[in-house]
Each structure stands twice: as C-alpha cells, then as structure tokens.
C-alpha cells in the first residue's frame, strides 16, 4: 500500500469514527479530502489547542474527545464535522461545506445537533454524567477569512458557565447524620440574553469513596449567565417536598464558581465562595467574587444590623440586598437587614442610574446600628446604578450624597471609579465616618460643582488622602473636604493651574497633624478659592507659596489662621492686587512659643506696604518689627 492510500485510509477510519461503516462512504469521504473547494479547519478553545471537558479532572481535560461534533456554517449553508483523534471530518460522508468565494464569514459551535445555533445555546436537563454535561458546553466563534487561501482556524469560547456546589457540611440540628437525595439547579434555557425559559438541571454528583448527598459531594452542572437556582431535597420523592433554596447569579461565560455550602433544616448558609479561571485541575481559582461581579459588599466580625432610611422626601428605589449569597430582595426605607458573625455577608445591588440621593436635602443613608461592631465595605459603587452594565454605565447623573453619613463603625470604603461627575456627586458621603482609615481612588480628571464637597469632613482616622489628579475645577468642589480629618498628615499634590470659585474653600480646615502643604500652582485666583483652606492646621510650619499675581474676592480671606507653628510665608501678589481680599489670613498665625523666627517673603517694599496699610498684617507676629520681611528679589525690606 502506497503512502497516498495510506493517509486515505486514515481518513476513512475517521469517517468510520463519525459513523460511515461502508465502501460507498469511505469513497465519498475520499471525494471530499480531494475536493480543492472543500471546506477544512481546526478548531481550539479560547487559543488552547484542545477543549476542556467541563468536569474532568484528569488528563481527559488537555483532549477533544474522540466523536465531538461541531457545526460549521457558511452563508446560510451548513454541515456537521466529527473529530477523529487528529481532525475534523464530515459526520455525515457526502454532507459538507464548498468554500464559497462571495462570503468568506464562517461561524462554528459546539456541540452540534439540538437547538443550538451560531450565537445561541441551549442548556439540557440531564447533566448527571460528565458526558451529558458536556451537552450543555456549548462554545462558539466567528472568522472572517481575508482571502479564500486563508486557513480557517476557529478560536471557541465558551458561552456557558460551570457551578459546583459543595457540601461542607451539616448543622447539629441532624442526628446522627443527614443525607441530601436531590439537587436541582435552575439556569435559564439558553444562553441568550433575553431567555425566559428556565430549566431544572440534574448535575453531576460526585463523592470519592463516600455517600453521595453526604459531607464532601459535589454537584457539577453547566448553566447560563444569569440567576441561578439551586435547590436541595432530603426525601426520594420530589413532587410533595419543599426544597431548601439558594439563590445567585452566575453572569461570567467561562469562568467556574465553587460554592461551599453548610445546610441546616431551615436554610442553606453560604461559608465560601471562589469565582475565577475554570481550570484543567478541576478548581477554581480567585477571590472571594460571586459571578465576577463587584457587588457593593459589607463584612463584619460579629453580627451587626444594616439599613436604609431616607431624608428630604427621597424614595429609595432600583435597590436590592443579599445576605450570604442568599437570594436577592428589594431594600426598603428602614428595614433592618441582619449579617455579620455566621450570618455572612451582605451584597448591594441596584438599576438606578441617578444614584441614592437626588439633591443637597432628598438623600439615602446607610446606618449601621451596633456602634461597637466594625464594618468594612468593598466592591464598586457603580453596582448601585446598574449592576449589569456596571463597567459602562453612565455616570453623569450618579449622586451618593450623605450615602455614608455618620457611620462611625465603617473602616473602609467602596470604589468610585466613575471619570464622569454629577454636581454633588459625593458630597458629605463619608462625614463623620470617624473609622475610615482609607479613602478611594478619585480618578477624575474634570469635576463637576461640589462634587466633594465635605465628602471626607470629619474622617478622624483617615491618615492619607488620594491623589487629585482633576485639572479642570469647578465651583466648590473641593469645598470642607478634609475638614477636621485630625489624623491627616501629608495632602495630596495639586494639579490644576485654572481655578474656579470656592474650588479650595476649607479643604484642610482644622488638620492639625498635616505639616506639609501642596504646591499651590494658579497665577489668577477665583473668588474665595483658598478661603480657609489651612485655617487651624496647628502642625504646618511652612505656608505654600502664593505665586498668584492677580487676586479675587475674599481669595486669601482666614487661609492661614490659627497655623500657630507657622514660621514662613510667601505671598507674591502686586501691591495693586492686594485688599481686603487677604482679610484674617494671617490671624493667630506662627504665635506657638516653639517658633523662634518668622520670615514673610513680598514682591517688593510696596506690597508690603499695602498689606500693612489695608490691616491683614498682625502686627505682633508678621510685620517687620516682629519677623524678617524679603522682597521677591531676596533683598530684605527694613
């Protein structure tokens, strides 16, 4: 035998794989290898080389399976194609694609036959044994050839998502023992995104040497991004039983959840969940995420009651909570919400893309009422307004006014990394949080007016402050930030060199541990922008220079005062600038006996003239009997 009758007998074999048993078969299977218009292709899995079987943990995982079928379609043609152990042959001898020249957009899924299509999936009931599991795997691409000579390579991805439950175990409410007969796990029909249809999976149960439905089994089943149902029954007979229930949403396509799960009589407790990579070990890796979505997520040590109250007429709306992972529930005006301890976490979500707070007077706030029981939150915020679309949802609306306000047992906060700001989109949102150790990233570069206003006011406990990165202000937006943030040290850098009215009205009011103040770049000012901006910083000993040549109302006005260890100060503005705009900046200011010297730095002799004749020069403390006065030049002023 030749070696051209030898490959061809390869691939008659294949084709007695794919079912074609005679001569006539193995002729047309010839036909189709020497046809130059035949479609050929390989197939592999998000760029592996080889399908991973959705509940292997063996080396079964790094293999197509012998007999896998996938569909093939190509401008409304389609056919079938078996794998034989090498490659992929028409499941049916004389059924395959002719290349067609006019469209070169080919779509392949896996598995082929049933109700599957190019772009959907459909989900079977019976997924009891690894291979009606992998029914369900289904998996799909698109490729678009740039030329007819082009080799068609198919890159799948998976479109469903695998849920493992484990039974860790029982409560002590069963004696000696407890056994679970049922599991089922409902997932939509299909994979598409608007499918109503659900269905009831049997999923696969494994145990080692053990029991199944005993401490350490697993259930395995393949379902659709969405809500998902698991519902465990201790009796043979299902028609008359009430299942215990848990709910939860799987939304990521390809990844794998494990959830570990202690059940008890009445309820089913969630002790454990890893969302992350479906792996060739059978594993799951990742942190604690639940279907790969950053859930706004409160945790506590020991129980603690979580709720909601409304103020200014605001109706809280589009909101919803889940404790333990335990199904979703709308949150209510001032229903108190148990978590913590045993009783596990507690997730928010919502569809309401204004936010929870409408204006300065209608808001939402969140109260935890144990005052001795810390609470640390964490996820990102933008799950309130549309947990679905998290990543993208529009933000320009979004409002979190007073969301935080007074909670003195709070330690961290959630993310807020929306770049699009509304007007008094966080302002007063963490005031008085006297726990707050951290504060979130701000990435915004453009704000919005009063955008955080006071939004860390009060935030004893708060050491470090996040960067600013905004060069476009606007009207008080950094109004009272830091105010009475006692424990503050170091303030962020500045970066906007155009101001706006107010921009800095207070910011580091009454820091007393901030010893170094940011540079402070704008030439023209803004009314009342620097206003108080230091007043009552007792630790600061140098003043920022004020390099501002063109000055504003009440610009200057109590900036400075009460800075009692402030022993130098800069203040460039021409005497034709200077007023009243500088009213009180200086009062109270460098009078701590540990300061030895004061040094005030001018333009020149006629600035500082004006400064003494229009009275915003103390005259113990900052005029030339009492301190060294320089010119801009260095020249010193006598």
Not at 378 to 407: E, P
Request: aromatic share 10%; net charge negative; with cysteine.
């Amino acid at each position: 035998m030749n070696k051209t009758i030898k490959l061809l007998c390869t691939w008659a074999a294949g084709l007695l794989l794919a079912g074609c048993s005679s001569e006539a078969d193995m002729e047309k299977l010839m036909d189709w290898q020497s046809n130059p218009d035949a479609v050929h292709f390989t197939a592999s899995v998000n760029n592996a080389t080889t399908r991973t079987n959705p509940a292997a943990t063996d080396d079964a995982q790094t293999k197509f399976n012998e007999n896998d079928q996938v569909t093939v379609s190509n401008n409304g043609n389609q056919a079938d194609y078996a794998y034989n152990g090498t490659s992929w042959v028409p499941a049916i001898a004389d059924k395959y694609l002719l290349l067609d020249k006019s469209n070169l957009t080919y779509n392949c899924w896996y598995p082929a036959g049933g109700n599957n299509t190019a772009t959907i999936g459909y989900l079977t009931a019976d997924q009891s044994t690894a291979e009606l599991m992998a029914k369900s795997d289904y998996m799909n691409a698109e490729k678009t050839l740039k030329t007819s000579d082009e080799a068609l390579n198919f890159n799948l991805e998976r479109k469903t998502a695998r849920i493992i439950l484990k039974i860790s175990g029982f409560t002590n409410q069963f004696e000696p023992t407890a056994t679970i007969k049922h599991v089922r796990i409902v997932s939509k029909a299909s994979t598409e995104e608007g499918e109503a249809n659900t269905i009831d999976i049997t999923p696969f149960a494994q145990n080692g040497e053990s029991e199944i439905g005993s401490v350490g089994t697993t259930y395995t089943a393949l379902v659709a991004p969405g809500e998902v149902v698991a519902k465990l029954y201790f009796t043979d007979d299902m028609s008359d039983a009430k299942p215990l229930t848990m709910t939860t949403n799987v939304t990521a396509a390809g990844s794998s959840y494990i959830y570990n799960l202690t059940v008890s009589k009445e309820k089913i407790k969630v002790t454990g969940v890893t969302a992350g990579a479906w792996t060739a070990s059978g594993t799951t890796t990742g942190d604690l995420v639940v279907a790969g979505i950053p859930y706004v997520t409160f945790k506590a040590e020991q129980p603690q009651t979580f709720k909601m109250t409304a103020k200014g007429g605001y109706e809280i709306t589009g909101l919803q909570y889940s404790v333990n992972y335990g199904e979703w529930k709308t949150v209510a005006a001032n229903e108190e919400v148990t978590f913590g301890g045993t009783n596990g976490t507690l997730r928010l979500r919502g569809t309401n893309t204004n936010g929870t707070a409408s204006a300065w007077s209608g808001y939402s706030t969140i109260t935890f009422t144990d005052k001795t029981v810390k609470v640390a939150c964490t996820g990102d915020i933008r799950t309130l307004l549309d947990w679905r679309i998290y990543s993208t949802v529009d933000t320009q609306n979004a409002k979190f006014s007073y969301l935080f306000y007074d909670c003195s047992v709070l330690t961290s906060a959630p993310e807020l990394p929306a770049t699009t700001l509304a007007d008094k989109c966080y302002s007063y949102m963490f005031l008085n949080c006297t726990s707050l150790t951290s504060a979130p990233k701000l990435p915004a570069t453009t704000l919005a007016g009063s955008c955080y206003n006071s939004m860390f006011s009060g935030c004893t406990s708060l050491t470090a402050a996040p960067e600013l990165p905004a060069t476009t202000l606007a009207d008080d937006c950094y109004l009272n930030m830091f105010l009475g943030c006692t424990g503050l040290t170091a303030a962020p850098e500045l970066k906007a060199t155009t101001l706006a009215g107010s921009c800095y009205y207070g910011m580091f009011y009454g820091c007393t541990s901030l010893t170094a103040a940011p540079e402070l770049k704008a030439t023209t000012l803004e009314k009342y922008c620097y206003n108080r901006m230091f007043k009552g910083c007792t630790s600061l000993t140098a003043a920022p220079k004020l390099k501002a040549i063109t000055l504003a109302y009440y610009c200057y006005y109590d900036m400075f005062s009460g800075c009692t260890k402030l022993s130098t100060v800069t203040m460039l503005a021409p005497s034709d600038q200077i007023s009243n705009f500088c009213d009180n900046w200086l009062d109270n200011a460098g009078t701590d006996p540990t300061v030895k010297s004061r040094t005030l730095i001018v333009s020149d002799e006629a600035a500082y003239n004006k400064l003494v004749s229009v009275g915003v020069l103390p005259t113990d403390y900052w005029q030339k009997e009492n301190c060294t006065v320089k010119a801009a030049d260095g020249s010193v002023i006598k």
